[in-house]
């Protein structure tokens, strides 16, 4: 992985810690958690403070979501709203993070200028031993702590400054004005510093989650769709009459599914013809096919020449694939009469030609399920499903690594925001 941390491509975008102050406050919360505190004079964290080298100064890579399940959080700046989030077995755990944060913005302004906060993000279940586990969180709740207790104080301020209005004689109450006195000390006028967070409690929606060996889960207004290896434990048995069930290896279900539920944009010339989507598709099959003939290919050598020749000469590996003499006839097809007929499309190769639909809520996580289906597209794993992504480099030769590397610098790293625009139509 030392190819892909010294290009940004793994833990990239994160936040340095050097301050003394901001390190002091992140082990108070370790040691909240019962965990050691870092020695370390610096080191990074992502949206949910998970630090890459703590972790491995720790031994354990999930020190801040131990059952994978209840996600521990450390918030040392308002700065941590707009980073990624590294490492979570659940994909909606940035959207969580950034919802709180952005919804007690204040708060955590406030907050942060004098202490840590930390917690948990809570859930109905505890341990995760089945697919009915999954299904029964509805919603989360973020159990927020600081180190310094500012949030219970400032609580407890509040309680007391009502006391204050409500009781008659409590002015005469010297203890309590003197209590009041001490927490104003800690937590500063809390009429103008709001120091308890106003939402904590947030929808748990569609989600893959890494727990059986990779499973999502999408939720319609009458029924919620589960997609994951049939071995996982309760597919198929739990609330049949509420939940369908869809095998990960049925290209054809999980297609029908989508398109129906109208997470699909399916192939026509009104997005596919300026995106170019089926010619970014085709290079990325015959790269793939080019790296299993000859694992040690130097692809630094191969520019669209190279190409044309290495296919002529290898036309029998080409068509028994499939796939790229399928990409040339849909490109021809949507040319001549404005769309692909995709219900004449064998199932294994549908996902080749479509993208989920740019405005639909599921986009990124219907992006990610596509990419299961197409694991030759390296860029499109990386940009929508980095765990993948990051299994797959483990099993390329270092000349493949090499070229993937290269590949996505001089693609999706020069402007990310414009290539998921040109190419998946997003926008954000």
């Known amino acids: 992985m030392d190819l892909l941390r010294d290009n940004e491509l793994i833990y990239g975008r994160l936040l340095p810690i050097t301050e003394p102050h901001l390190i002091e406050r992140y082990n108070k919360a370790l040691v909240a958690f019962g965990l050691k505190p870092t020695k370390r004079e610096s080191f990074q964290i992502d949206k949910t403070g998970f630090s890459p080298e703590v972790a491995e100064e720790l031994g354990d890579l999930h020190y801040l979501d131990p059952n994978q399940i209840n996600r521990r959080f450390i918030i040392l700046t308002p700065q941590q709203v707009d980073l990624p989030v590294v490492h979570t077995a659940f994909s909606n755990t940035s959207q969580l993070m950034f919802e709180f944060m952005t919804r007690n913005q204040r708060v955590i302004d406030a907050l942060t200028i004098k202490d840590v906060i930390y917690g948990e993000i809570e859930d109905s279940v505890s341990k995760v031993e089945d697919i009915e586990d999954l299904l029964s969180i509805n919603q989360v709740e973020f ?17 007391l400054a009502d006391r204050l209005k409500q009781e008659p004689d409590a002015w005469r109450d010297d203890a309590l004005l003197n209590r009041m006195v001490d927490l104003a000390k800690i937590t500063g006028d809390i009429r103008e510093n709001a120091l308890v967070p106003d939402q904590v409690i947030f929808r748990h929606n ?14 319609d207004p009458k029924l919620t769709t589960v997609v994951s290896d049939p071995a996982a434990p309760g597919f198929r048995r739990s609330r049949p009459w509420q939940v369908s069930y869809l095998s990960i290896r049925d290209a054809d279900r999980v297609f029908r599914f989508l398109a129906s539920t109208g997470r699909l944009d399916l192939p026509r010339a009104s997005w596919i013809e300026q995106s170019g989507y089926l010619e970014h598709r085709a290079e990325m099959v015959v790269r793939a096919l080019i790296a299993q003939q000859d694992p040690k290919q130097d692809f630094s050598k191969v520019d669209n020449v190279w190409m044309q020749t290495w296919l002529h000469r290898n036309a ?22 404005g769309q692909l007929r995709i219900d004449e499309v064998a199932p294994q190769f549908r996902f ?9 809520p599921d986009a990124w996580l219907t992006n990610r399920l596509i990419s299961d289906f197409v694991p030759s597209d390296f860029v499109s794993r990386y940009v929508f499903n980095k ?13 493949r690594r090499t070229d993937i590397v290269e590949r996505l610098k001089s693609t999706y790293l020069r402007d990310k925001a414009a290539f998921r625009k040109q190419l998946y139509g997003l926008t954000d």
């Open 316 to 337: 029998d590996l080409v068509a028994k694939d499939g796939n790229f003499p399928f990409l040339n006839a849909a490109k021809r097809e949507i040319a001549q009469i």
């Open 143 to 159: 159990r927020v702590l600081s180190a310094e207790n500012v949030v219970g104080k400032a609580t407890e301020l509040a309680s």
């Open 352 to 360: 080749l030609a479509v993208r989920a639909k740019p405005d639909h």
């Open 387 to 399: 765990q993948g992504f990051y299994a797959d480099y483990e099993h390329f030769s270092e000349a």
């Open 206 to 219: 569609a989600y893959w989650t890494s727990h059986f060996g990779g499973l999502y889960v999408f939720i």
